[in-house]
């Protein structure tokens, strides 16, 4: 709606002027951008479902989340954006996608021709079916199952086109796009290198499990069967490290075994009547 001569506006659905009414709020839509108060798509959309575009002589048809607030003063800016947003979103090629710059630049002189297209209005339907054939070749197209026969007809038909995912795109409107190289499957990571996990050192059997060695009174502790506790693997874990020497300090061992030896000899000196040799 083009702003009045007074510099005044004017909802095109219902007349009423920004000047009678301050807090006026108008909304467009990503269509055919007419701009219409937050009032009359109230009223239009009361009854739910789809309507058509309140605008006089428009035929257009939207859902009423299809209105927003305008973000831009200037209406073809706002549109410019939007057509950008659009196409940008689903011809979202970068450079590396390409065999060479040149096939880079005709993909973004095609895309830019896209732009004007449905910018300006020259072959606009082409343009948009060139992008719907393209949405519809890659699997872009996520079509709605409301249960009518067209919507079956529809769904049947997506889900029997097969898409071959190592060709780039199989429409055929961009063109010098690198192949799709599938990478070969890797093996298993194994964060030992191929290196033996088997125990050298010991063997624990059921049978050794079952004598009395000492195993019940820990394998019958409350605070030892809690879920998820495997007592198997926590004696394999403990013997692991016995053998591997984790958790043994040389140094506090020696000392322990001197500070040991000199309370004997002290001992003993004094049991036989002699000096304190230390």
Known sequence: MEALAD?????????????????????????CYHRICESCIDRVYASGGQHTCPYPHCKNTFWKNAW??????????????NIRRDIYSTLNK???DFINKRAYDDFLELREMFVMNLLLGTEAQATRRKLNEYKEAN???????DGSAASKSKTKRTSTTTVDHNYPDQSGLIEGLKKIVVPDVLPPYDP??????????FTIT???????????????D?????????????????????????????QVEKSNTLADHATKVAAAATAVGLDDPF
Do not use: W
């Open 68 to 81: 927003r607030t305008q973000t831009f003063e200037d209406l073809n800016v706002e549109k410019e954006i």
């Open 139 to 145: 699997g872009l197209v996520r079509h709605k199952d």
């Open 192 to 201: 030992l290198e191929g290196m033996p996990i088997h125990k050298d050192y």
């Open 7 to 31: 510099g005044d506006e004017q909802c095109p659905a219902c007349l009423t002027r920004k000047s009678a009414s301050p807090n006026l709020r108008f909304k467009i839509n990503n269509k």
């Open 222 to 250: 409350d605070m030892l069967t809690v879920e998820g506790y495997d007592f198997r693997e926590a004696l394999e874990e403990s013997l692991t490290r016995a053998f591997a020497g984790l958790g043994v300090f040389v």
């Open 94 to 96: 970068d450079e590396d």
């Open 206 to 220: 059921d049978d050794g499990m079952d004598m009395d060695t000492g195993y019940e009174q820990y394998k019958k």
